[in-house]
Antibody, heavy 128, light 107 residues
Framework: QVQLQQSGPGLVKPSQTLSLTCAIS??????????WNWIRQSPSRGLEWLGR?????????DYAASVKSRITVTPDTSKNHFSLQLNSVTPEDTAVYYC??????????????????WGQGTLVTVSS | SYVLTQPPSVSVAPGQTARITCGGD??????VHWYRQKPGQAPVLVVY???DRPSGIPERLSGSNSGNTATLTISRVEAGDEADYYC??????????FGGGTELTVL
């Protein structure tokens, strides 16, 4: 059974960098059949996919257009975890952030697939 | 950008059937996934690829998808089914799209 354990600060100042980490147990960040995602949720924006990293003979990442200029999702194979960095945050980035395992299904033409395991969520508030 | 439309709320009496819809342009051509979220908890996958259930999800929950509407059906509704439900698809322009969510109330 896959478990995802998030860590990171709950308060970030405007213009600074939001950093969160997600530790994986029961799977590998280097899995050839999964992808490792960050999704956030706020009352104003609902559930919003931010980006992912995945390994298919080499490392890939892709990001939502809304945050593409500010986001980095990186794996750490030595610790079996992956991280989110979101730069230049504003109060609009206040949300609950989740790390999530995605399982693509290329048979159905769904390259992102289902999100079948979620971290516990971290409320991040952007405020001075 | 691709938009998924869900009713904000659905109410049903215990033992009855709840149907939660998710509307989108030609959504029948996409794979739809459904999540249940209870207050203070992370979402949980309840239906994937239109109509498949993860292990541990009861057969009372089922999904269908055709034309411009996908539907999550919950039969013999119980008090424990009260939650917010979200649909989700992949779209080539937006990557991942979620519906706005439907609050299911058991009367």
């Amino acid at each position: 059974q896959v478990q995802l354990q998030q860590s990171g600060p709950g308060l970030v100042k405007p213009s600074q960098t939001l950093s969160l980490t997600c530790a994986i147990s029961g799977d590998s960040v280097s899995s050839n059949s999964a992808a490792w995602n960050w999704i956030r949720q706020s009352p104003s924006r609902g559930l919003e996919w931010l980006g992912r990293t995945y390994y298919r003979s080499k490392w890939y990442s892709d990001y939502a257009a809304s945050v593409k200029s500010r986001i980095t999702v990186t794996p750490d194979t030595s610790k079996n975890h992956f991280s989110l960095q979101l730069n230049s945050v504003t109060p609009e980035d206040t949300a609950v952030y989740y790390c999530v395992r995605g399982v693509p299904n290329f048979l159905t033409g769904d390259p992102l697939g289902k999100f079948d395991s979620w971290g516990q969520g971290t409320l991040v508030t952007v405020s001075s | 950008s691709y938009v998924l439309t869900q009713p904000p709320s659905v109410s049903v009496a215990p033992g009855q059937t709840a149907r939660i819809t998710c509307g989108g342009d030609n959504i029948g051509s996409k794979s739809v996934h459904w999540y249940r979220q209870k207050p203070g908890q992370a979402p949980v996958l309840v239906v994937y690829d239109d109509s498949d259930r993860p292990s541990g999800i009861p057969e009372r929950l089922s999904g269908s998808n055709s034309g411009n509407t996908a539907t999550l059906t919950i039969s013999r509704v119980e008090a424990g089914d009260e939650a917010d439900y979200y649909c989700q698809v992949w779209d080539s322009s937006d990557h991942v799209v979620f519906g706005g969510g439907t609050e299911l109330t058991v009367l």
